[in-house]
C-alpha cells in the first residue's frame, strides 16, 4: 500500500453525513477535499476545506480530483428520479470508483445503505447493490458502511417529520405502523467511517443505532419531543402517495417516495446484528427536540434545483 499522504476526499462535505465525516477528518488534523455540485455553498468548515466540483463529464478531470489522496469517503447518491437526474447515480459512483483507482487512492470507505440487495424491486436498495457490486469489482482495498435511518442536525426526514407534527393535527402513519427503525446518529456513521477508512481489510459494518422502535413508536417520540399535539391516525398504504402528493405540491417537494416507503415497510431499515452506533435517538431528542422541525428541510431545493456544476 501507498503512503499516507495525509489528504482525504470526502464528497459532500458542504452536504449532511459529508460534513460529520469532515469534521471529524479535519479535527484529527487531516487535510480534506470534497467533491460536490454546490461548490459555492457557505460551509463553516474553515478555509483549508479544499472544495471542488464533480467532474462526472470527464473520467481524467474526476481522477485529477483525486490525485495524492489517501482514503476516498464516499457518500454521492441520488434518493430519487426526478426531473431529469435519475440512477445515474450507479454509473457515476462506478465512475468516481474507477477514477479513484486510477489515482492510486489507497483506500475507498463508500456509504451504501441497510440490506442492499441486486434482486430488489425498489430501485434505491437494487442500486446500492450494484455501486457495492462496483467498488468490490475495482479490487480496491475498501470498507462498506451501511446506515438505516440517519438523525442528527442537517437531516431531511425526521426533521420534517417533527415540522408536520408541529402543524397539523392528525399525522399518517402508513399502515400498521408496526415496521421497525434503527436511527443511527450521523456522528455514530462518521465514527464507523473514520474507524474504517484507518483499517487495511476489505470489511461491511452495519450503521445502527442502540434503539430499535417501530416506524409509530419513531413518530411518537419526535411528537413528545417537539411538543406537539397531532394524533397519530393509521392510514392504508394505498393513500400514502396521495398524501405525500398533495403536501409535495403544497410544499414543492418530495416528502418520501413509494418506494422508499415500501422499504421502510418491508424493514430494510432495520438489523438485527448488534448496535454500532452510540447515541440514542430518544436521549438525543430530549436533548435537540426543541430544534427539531421548526424549518422545513426541502430535498429539492437542497439536491435538485440548484444546476450541476458539472
Ligand atoms: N440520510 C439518511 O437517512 C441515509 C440513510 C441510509 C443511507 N444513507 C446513505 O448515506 C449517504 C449520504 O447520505 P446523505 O443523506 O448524507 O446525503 P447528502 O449529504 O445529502 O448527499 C451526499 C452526496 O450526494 C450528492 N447528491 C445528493 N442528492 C443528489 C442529487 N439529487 N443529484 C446529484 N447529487 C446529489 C450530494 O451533492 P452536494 O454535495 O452537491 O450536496 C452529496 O455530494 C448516501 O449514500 C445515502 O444513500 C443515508
Not at 460529520?20 to 477528518?25: A, C, F, N, R, V
Not at 465514527?191 to 430499535?212: F, N, S, T, Y
Not at 402517495?241 to 409535495?248: E, K, N, Q, S, W
Amino acid at each position: 500500500m501507498s503512503a499516507d499522504t495525509g489528504l482525504d476526499v470526502v464528497t459532500g462535505a458542504v452536504s449532511y453525513t459529508g460534513r460529520s465525516i469532515t469534521e471529524l477528518l479535519l479535527a484529527q488534523g487531516r487535510s480534506v477535499r470534497t467533491l460536490t455540485h454546490h461548490t459555492d455553498r457557505a460551509h463553516g468548515l474553515g478555509a483549508d476545506l479544499d472544495v471542488r466540483p464533480y467532474r462526472f463529464d470527464d473520467g481524467r478531470a474526476l481522477a485529477a480530483t483525486l490525485e495524492g489522496v489517501s482514503t476516498l469517503y464516499n457518500t454521492y447518491w441520488v434518493r430519487f428520479t426526478h426531473g431529469g437526474a435519475s440512477f445515474e447515480a450507479v454509473a457515476n459512483s462506478r465512475l468516481l470508483f474507477e477514477a479513484a483507482a486510477d489515482a492510486g487512492v489507497r483506500r475507498i470507505v463508500h456509504i451504501s445503505i441497510t440490506n442492499p440487495s441486486a434482486d430488489s424491486e425498489l430501485p434505491y436498495f437494487r442500486g446500492k447493490a450494484l455501486v457495492e457490486r462496483a467498488l468490490v469489482a475495482t479490487g480496491a482495498s475498501h470498507a462498506i458502511v451501511r446506515p438505516t435511518v440517519v438523525f442528527g442536525r442537517g437531516d431531511v426526514l425526521l426533521n420534517n417529520i417533527a415540522w408536520l407534527l408541529r402543524r397539523l393535527p392528525l399525522f399518517a402513519v402508513p399502515g400498521s405502523g408496526r415496521y421497525r427503525v434503527r436511527p443511527v446518529h450521523v456522528d455514530d456513521v462518521a465514527r464507523l467511517c473514520v474507524a474504517a477508512g484507518a483499517e487495511a481489510d476489505d470489511m461491511v459494518i452495519d450503521a445502527v443505532g442502540p434503539e430499535v422502535l417501530t416506524f409509530e413508536d419513531m413518530v411518537d417520540v419526535v411528537r413528545r419531543a417537539v411538543g406537539s399535539r397531532a394524533r397519530l391516525v393509521h392510514v392504508p398504504l394505498a393513500a400514502v402517495p396521495v398524501l405525500t402528493r398533495l403536501l409535495g405540491l403544497l410544499l414543492r417537494d418530495v416528502l418520501l417516495t413509494t418506494d422508499e416507503l415500501r422499504g421502510l415497510m418491508a424493514e430494510l431499515v432495520t438489523t438485527d446484528g448488534p448496535a454500532t452506533g452510540e447515541i440514542a435517538f430518544s436521549e438525543w431528542l430530549a436533548a435537540e427536540g426543541d430544534h427539531l422541525g421548526r424549518k422545513y428541510a426541502s430535498e429539492l431545493a437542497r439536491h435538485f434545483r440548484v444546476p450541476a456544476t458539472a
